[in-house]
Every structure is written in structure tokens, then in C-alpha cells.
């Protein structure tokens, strides 16, 4: 069955320093890749996707991941972390079996330090 | 931006009552969806819908669970008889055509439903 498995339950970094999230999937064919956000009271917002063609994707404010077909790894990168980014981060797959619908992992809570 | 809202924010209720909660996704987005999210869990997929019908659901859809397109604009999900382990966080999205590809899934700010 797919999934996808976030490692880290909470990761703290200074307000400046580089960030990584973890992501790794399990999906028999080619995955859909997704990073979301979802900050305090608000929804899931969408920081950026992968499908296929280069496996280094951009996202909005300033976030990029990776995708490693052969780590099954689709990790979160930011050069530099502001302390605004202090949310919740979840990686996602899209699964095709059937309709269409997201597998989420369980989250990486983000926080920043002065 | 468009946004998916959804009302209310929180929800509280009694054990073994009704709840709707509603959803109004994008104007002219095509397919629905309900996901939830127990505190310190996963977002979980319940359900998609489309074309006035269920495209599918999950085992957390049981028979308490029904979702309705009662109007043309609002999207809602109904549980019948709420137990304690419904509490949860449940998030409304939409999205304009199926499937990730070329579609962005738009997700509400949820709405926390807590069930005494």
C-alpha cells in the first residue's frame, strides 16, 4: 500500500540556518510528490509538487525538494529559514488506485529559534 | 487567490448527536473532498466526490458518514451519530479536474469538531 513516512516529529533550527525535511515514500509506480504547509489555525497550503522531468522542484517561499527515485526519498530543503516558516510540514503522494486521493504522513513540526 | 471555506471553525457537540459541517469550495472546481485529522495523527482521505456521486471512499466512511452537494455552491459531511473518537480536525479541498497531474488540490482551514 502506498505511504509515506515522515521521520522527524519536530525539528528546531535557528532563524538564518539551512533546513531539511525528511520524506520517504512507498508507491509502485512513478509518485505524485507533494509538500505541504499548514500553519496555526489555518489550511493545508501547497509548497510545491513533482511529477516527472527534473527531479529538483521549486517551490514558494524559497522551499525546494528533491526527488531520489532511488532513496524513495522526496526531501524539503531551505537555504535559509525565517522564523515565519515555523509550521507544519507534511509530505504527500497522490494515489491512483481508484479515484484520485493524497496519502499524507504524519507530519514534521517546524520550529524556529531567534 | 480562491479559497475553500468552511464553517464553522468548531464545532462541539454531544455524543450520539447530528453534525454538519459545510464546506463552500472553489466556484468552479468539479471534485470534492473530505480528509480529517485526529490530534497528534495523520491527515486521513474519507471521501471524493464528483458528479453528484461518491468517486470513492475510505474505511473511515462508514455508514454514519454521508456527504451531500445539497445546492450547487456548498459541499457538506454529515455524521449521524457522533462518537468521542470522531473528534477531530476535518478539512474540505477541491480541486478543478481529478488527479494531481495539472490539478491543485485547495484545502480550507478545517474545521475542529469536538465531540463530549
Known amino acids: 500500500a502506498q505511504s509515506v513516512t515522515q521521520p522527524d516529529i519536530h525539528i528546531t533550527v535557528s532563524e538564518g540556518a539551512s533546513l531539511e525535511l525528511r520524506c520517504n515514500y512507498s508507491?509502485?509506480?512513478?509518485?505524485?510528490l507533494f509538500w505541504y504547509v499548514q500553519s496555526p489555525g489555518q489550511g493545508l497550503q501547497l509548497l510545491l509538487k513533482y511529477f516527472s522531468g527534473d527531479t529538483l522542484v521549486q517551490g514558494i517561499k524559497g522551499f525546494e525538494a528533491e526527488f531520489k527515485r532511488s532513496q524513495s526519498s522526496f526531501n524539503l530543503r531551505k537555504p535559509s529559514v525565517h522564523w515565519s516558516d515555523a509550521a507544519e510540514y507534511f509530505c504527500?503522494?497522490?494515489?491512483?488506485?481508484?479515484?484520485?486521493?493524497?496519502?499524507f504522513g504524519a507530519g514534521t513540526r517546524l520550529f524556529v529559534k531567534a | 487567490e480562491p479559497e475553500v471555506t468552511q464553517t464553522p471553525s468548531h464545532q462541539v457537540t454531544q455524543m450520539g448527536q447530528e453534525v454538519i459541517l459545510r464546506c463552500v469550495p472553489i466556484s468552479n472546481h468539479l471534485y470534492f473532498y473530505w480528509y480529517r485529522q485526529i490530534l497528534g495523527q495523520k491527515v486521513e482521505f474519507l471521501v471524493s466526490f464528483y458528479n453528484n456521486e461518491i468517486s470513492e471512499k475510505s474505511e473511515i466512511f462508514d455508514d454514519q458518514f454521508s456527504v451531500e452537494r445539497p445546492d450547487g455552491s456548498n459541499f457538506t459531511l454529515k455524521i449521524r451519530s457522533t462518537k468521542l473518537e470522531d473528534s477531530a480536525m476535518y478539512f474540505c479541498?477541491?480541486?478543478?479536474?481529478?488527479?494531481?497531474?495539472?490539478?491543485?488540490?485547495?484545502f480550507g482551514s478545517g474545521t475542529q469538531l469536538s465531540v463530549l
Open positions: 508507491y509502485g509506480a512513478t509518485p505524485y
Open positions: 504527500a503522494v497522490g494515489d491512483y488506485t481508484g479515484g484520485f486521493k493524497t496519502i
Open positions: 479541498a477541491s480541486s478543478r479536474g481529478q488527479g494531481a497531474a495539472n490539478e491543485k488540490l485547495f
